[in-house]
């Protein structure tokens, strides 16, 4: 089992940069698919971004561009660097994980284990 932390979110002026972490423990983060969903109030979890053990990636069009999701093997961490923020991209924002085919990558009801959230906030 992994527990997962996220860490580096918090208030941006749009077309700022954050950069979040997701720090993980229990497992080493090249056990599982690790993803990044966001959820905006009232809105759905959505998916942004996922690795795999090889290294491989999977975007979502809102996230093609802009972010990038990275690993430090040594860390045990994920992170997602994030740029040219727009006020739309303020959400809660989870990192997850789990054993995955890649068609599986994108749904939300895969993974089994998520992280708390960390929130992000762009300002106009």
């Known amino acids: 089992q992994v527990q997962l932390v996220e860490s580096g979110g918090g208030l941006v002026q749009a077309g700022g940069s954050l950069r979040l972490s997701c720090a993980a423990s229990?497992?080493?983060?090249?056990?599982?698919?690790m993803g990044w969903f966001r959820q905006a109030p009232g809105k759905e979890r959505e998916f942004l971004v996922a690795?795999?053990?090889?290294?491989?990636?999977k975007y979502t069009d809102s996230a093609k561009g802009r972010f990038t999701i990275s690993r430090d093997t040594a860390k045990n961490t994920v992170y997602l660097q994030m740029e040219i923020l727009k006020p739309e991209d303020t959400a809660v924002y989870y990192c997850?994980?789990?054993?995955?085919?890649?068609?599986?990558?994108?749904?939300?009801?895969?993974?089994?284990?998520w992280g708390q959230g960390t929130q992000v906030t762009v300002s106009s």
């Open positions: 997850a994980a789990d054993r995955l085919f890649v068609a599986e990558w994108g749904t939300r009801e895969t993974y089994a284990y």
């Open positions: 229990g497992r080493r983060v090249t056990s599982y698919t």
């Open positions: 690795i795999n053990w090889s290294g491989g990636n």
